[in-house]
């Protein structure tokens, strides 16, 4: 018996390493050699991005003759906010003493209203406009909500709004409405995303070096304004969706054996985050790699960060990262890395409709890779959490599937 057991470790065929609880761990080279892959990847990437930048200028909606039938707003002032508002209020003042009433022309951000410009990688709002009248029972809470918000704005003071949904929609109204992005509004959110790893940086002007800073990480400061200085030695950016995977890579110190960032949201990605991933991906010109539930949702977040939300299209040249890969957990990993079928979920009919939906959107047409992967997914009907890898080891996340991953630059 010990002599078998003996031949199985030795066994180079074999997918398990000599516990037989870590498949594929055998297949991994050493970190020395996966490491200078990603070298080779992060010095392509500069020196594309250096070549571009002195050849190539960034595409703009003018460049592409859209500035006219689509909207996007840019950083104001302090004081051309308030005039914008001024302006505003008098337009409606006049209005009403002219006995046409008071109502609000505010862009629509409904899903008709969107456009995805393949030149741009990234979805941006058209011109069509919707009144939203004071006199009218559908519509005279939102336009009284816009008015105070106008009200707290104009006086740089945003506070005592109670219902939090119907206030941000109206703030990105607003925004729409004055041609500004929202910070450009003095309006913070509460912080929600952290970072953690290979990144120094300068907040309000105290550095902060992100390799000291526990597992919990950094707070991403939510004014992107107040961040600057940045400096890393990172080899990659690792966008993680949830918080429990963060917490595990952060705990092994995954940073310090392949060098890198890992930034999370914690879910749905919100504007600082956004903001944050951003500047670091231009600034540091690092590779952006994402590791998301293999499910319709986690591709949608993905999708997000990437070309931008629909919500938020008036300002997706601020918000959105390019060229984020897709590293995993994608459904052809399911098999691929033998998850057991106890750890897979079946798909809701909902599940199945929103991966329908997903492939007829044209920025997910435009990557064949992807397609290949929901239709896989809508196909079988399976779904899994990054935490089904947590069968093999709760460190298996770390010591196998991304090394494993990296090494082969198994990416989208």
């Known amino acids: ?45 500069r020196s594309s991005s250096s070549s571009s930048s002195s050849s190539f200028k960034t595409l703009t909606l003018t460049d592409l003759s859209l500035a006219d039938t689509c909207r996007e707003v840019t950083d104001l002032s302090l004081a051309s906010v308030q005039s914008s508002i001024e302006s505003l209020v008098l337009s409606i003042a006049r209005s009403i003493l002219s006995g046409e009433g008071f109502s609000y022309s505010v862009p629509s ?4 209203n969107q456009l995805y410009v393949p030149e741009l990688d990234r979805i941006v709002l058209k011109e069509k406009s919707s009144v939203r009248p004071y006199a009218n029972i559908s519509t005279v809470r939102k336009t009284a909500i816009t008015t105070r918000i106008l009200q707290l704005i104009h006086q740089l003071c ?36 952290v970072v953690v790893g290979r990144l120094i940086f300068s907040d309000n002007g105290d550095m902060i070096d992100c390799t000291k800073m526990g597992m919990g990480g950094k707070a991403i400061p939510p004014n992107i304004d107040r961040v600057g200085d940045m400096q890393s030695d990172a080899l990659f950016i690792l966008l993680v969706e949830k918080d429990a995977a963060y917490i595990r890579l952060a705990e092994d110190r995954f940073y310090n054996r392949f060098p890198c960032i890992i ?14 991933l951003r500047k670091m991906k231009m600034e540091l010109k690092l590779p952006v790699l994402a590791l998301v539930d293999s499910d319709p949702y986690g591709l949608k977040i993905l999708s997000v960060y990437g070309c931008g939300s629909k919500n938020m299209s008036y300002d997706s040249a601020n918000l959105t990262t390019p060229d984020i890969k897709w590293l995993g957990i994608r459904p052809s990993d399911l ?8 750890c897979r979920l079946p798909m809701t009919e909902q599940d ?61």
């Not at 914690?266 to 504007?271: A, E, R, T």
Request: with cysteine; hydrophobic share 35%; aromatic share 6%.
């Open 1 to 45: 018996m010990a002599d078998k057991r003996k031949r199985r470790r030795l066994d180079p065929s074999s997918d398990d390493d000599e516990s037989g609880r870590l498949p594929f761990k055998n297949r991994l080279k050493p970190d020395a050699a996966i490491v200078k892959t990603l070298q080779d990847l992060t010095a392509s990437l």
């Open 109 to 112: 951000r409904s899903a008709a």
């Open 158 to 193: 945003l506070k005592s709004i109670h219902d939090q949904t119907q206030s941000d929609s109206v703030l990105d109204d607003v925004s729409c409405m004055l041609g500004c992005t929202r910070s450009s509004l003095n309006v913070i959110a509460a912080e929600k995303g």
């Open 263 to 276: 930034v999370t949201a914690k879910g749905q990605p919100d504007v600082a985050t956004r903001l944050f």
């Open 335 to 342: 098999d691929k890395y033998k998850i057991p079928e106890q």
């Open 352 to 412: 199945i409709k929103t991966g329908k939906d997903m492939l007829e959107e044209d920025f997910v047409k435009k990557n064949p890779g992807w397609v290949e992967e929901l239709t896989l997914m809508v196909k079988t009907k399976q779904k899994a959490e990054i935490q089904a890898l947590s069968t093999f080891g709760f460190q298996y996340l770390s010591e196998v599937y991304l090394p494993l991953k990296l090494q082969q630059q198994d990416w989208l």
